[in-house]
């Protein structure tokens, strides 16, 4: 296994308890991959991902080991999972449970969209029964195999599953705050909502309905559990040990790894570095994929942790989301003409909030992310660094956060390449409709048998939950691969 991250670390809790003999290679000095952290004057960060949902994942991962998730890595569910906040000053809270949320909507003054509400979730929730068993957690070999569940595929055709995202929703709200508030997740695909079809809702789902949790301790706690639990079942986890090679044999063949000066003999490798750099890297003579040739990539996105002197006002929530006036032609110059937004969209996270231990007594950590794009666009960082700092800065104090400044680090477009990031986007391919299921580039290296691959490059796609369940698929490949072999 080339990588300690989530989708590493899921694929080996299959494995071993498949029976195989599983050896990681991390060159961190610690687990996580992008869900890492850093430390700096008494603060801690979350670096990577900020919002957990679908823990039943993380709960069938363990299982496997026969460890209870919930003992090992407790969460808390976020009551609001969000608060949304408008430039006209009004909010709207996404709350946990369907009648409180009904109560919000209502008590925001719409009546007509509160009656209109679970009718939205019962749509969310078919969508979501109709995809997820037989169109994400599934391999594809072909585009032929879309059609191995066609009473599901003709499910999501009533459910106008292929129809745009942006009008499915606006259909059933007539409060375009409502709109915003149940299609910005198509972000989180690279896509503008207007762009998106709506089986992307499925995310929506997970965020909003099935709920946004928060690890005790902050999010880094969850591959630290996961490694942890790993090592007591045995799996060889090795830091600080960056693999230069894979290792072939005469018949081309996967033989193993070289790493850190050492030659690991293995009968596969699952690599879960981002998938055009672990072409360059590890298998540099070979051309990658023909998808990647012509690859659409996600936005990007600058990140400021902040280590502050004080507390948010009341009311603030562990995530908030600042909506811009100008939505539709905020996308268009992000995603089309790759430009930075004049009135960008934001999200804070105030993980101190629930974990204040993450901060000294009397401060805050804040995590604040801008959408910008990759470097696709004619932006250089080395200027625009500072400008987009300063932004975020006065962002902050204008929106009731606390701005005494003790530590911070920003994270931009060329920060995320250096860290192997294709085209300076944590947020790897968008899903295109060319670029999802069989669509998107595969888990499995036919040219050597033995090799492949898991993270947010490949199927299912991006997010935490996609990350996961492509660990379990890359896992399912070695199955297949290696037979009744331990």
Wanted: with cysteine.
């Amino acid at each position: 296994m080339i990588g300690a991250g989530l989708a590493g670390l899921s694929a080996a809790s299959q494995l071993v308890a498949d029976g195989h003999r599983v050896s990681i290679f991390e060159r961190g000095a610690e687990p996580g991959g992008r869900n890492g952290t850093l430390a700096s004057s008494g603060f801690t960060f979350d670096t990577g991902p900020t919002v957990f949902t679908m823990p039943h994942l993380l709960d069938r991962a363990f299982a496997r080991l026969g460890r209870d998730r919930q003992a090992e890595l407790p969460m808390t569910r976020l009551d609001p999972a969000y608060r949304a906040v408008y430039r006209d000053g009004s909010q709207l809270l996404v709350r946990a449970h369907l009648a409180d949320q009904v109560a919000e909507i209502r008590n925001r003054g719409l009546a007509r969209d509160a009656a209109a509400y679970p009718g939205f979730v019962d749509w969310l929730e078919k969508l979501y029964e109709s995809e997820m068993p037989h169109f994400i957690e599934r391999n594809f070999d072909s585009v032929l195999d879309l059609m191995a569940s066609p009473g599901a595929a003709a499910k999501l055709v009533r459910l106008g599953g292929f129809g745009s995202l942006e009008k499915a929703v606006s259909s059933r709200f007539a409060d375009s705050r409502l709109v915003r508030l149940f299609t910005f997740q198509a972000m989180y695909a690279g896509l503008a909502p207007s762009d998106a079809l709506a089986i992307y809702a499925v995310i929506t789902y997970m965020d909003c309905i099935s709920g946004v949790w928060f690890p005790d301790g902050g999010m880094h706690a969850v591959p630290k559990a996961f490694a942890r639990v790993l090592g007591d079942a045995g799996v060889d986890l090795r830091y600080g040990t960056p693999v230069s090679e894979i290792l072939r044999d005469s018949r081309g063949r996967v033989a193993g790894v070289s790493a850190g000066g050492e030659q690991v003999m293995a009968d596969a490798v699952v690599v879960t570095l981002d998938l055009p750099t672990a072409y360059t890297e590890l298998l540099p003579d070979l051309r990658p994929p023909r998808v990647l040739d012509r690859a659409a990539y996600s936005p990007s996105a600058v990140v400021w942790h902040v280590g502050v002197r004080g507390k948010p006002k009341a009311g603030v929530a562990h995530h908030n989301i600042h909506f811009a006036d100008a939505w539709a032609e905020s996308f268009d110059q992000l995603i089309k003409r790759k430009e930075l937004m004049t009135d960008p969209s934001r999200l804070v996270t105030v993980p101190s909030l629930d974990a204040p231990e993450m901060a000294p007594d009397g401060h805050s950590v804040l995590y604040v992310l801008e959408p910008v794009p990759h470097l696709g666009a004619d932006i250089d960082w080395t200027t625009e660094r500072g400008p987009a700092r300063d932004r975020l800065h006065r962002f902050l104090s204008a929106n009731g956060y606390p701005d005494d400044i003790v530590t911070e680090r920003l994270v931009t477009p060329a920060d995320w390449a250096a860290q192997g990031m294709a085209m300076g986007t944590p947020f790897s391919l968008a899903h295109t409709f060319g670029q999802t299921g069989p669509f998107r580039p595969g888990n499995v290296e036919p040219r050597v048998p033995g090799v492949f691959f898991a993270g947010s490059g490949t199927t299912p796609g991006v997010g935490v939950p996609m990350v996961l369940i492509s660990g379990e698929l890359a896992a399912s490949r070695v199955r297949d691969y290696l037979g009744g072999r331990r």
